[in-house]
């Protein structure tokens, strides 16, 4: 073993809208530039719901992990 691991963590930015606006590839276990592609593709397609603070919706940073 080359000491993979079978996911892909990202950081994705959200908008106060719940939309995805940016993405950075924090860590790719599989050594697969492909399969992170495929999970940076499945998080900028998600709809979110963005917390509220004070009455008003806040945009945020959500991490995702992909496990393959």
Known sequence: SRGLTPWTRLNATLSAKG?????????????????????????????????????VPRSFIFTYRRTF
């Open 19 to 55: 939309t995805v606006t940016a993405t950075k590839l924090v860590s790719n276990g599989t050594g697969d530039e492909s399969l992170a592609f495929l999970a940076e593709r499945d998080i900028r397609g998600a709809k979110f719901s963005p917390p509220i603070r004070g009455c």
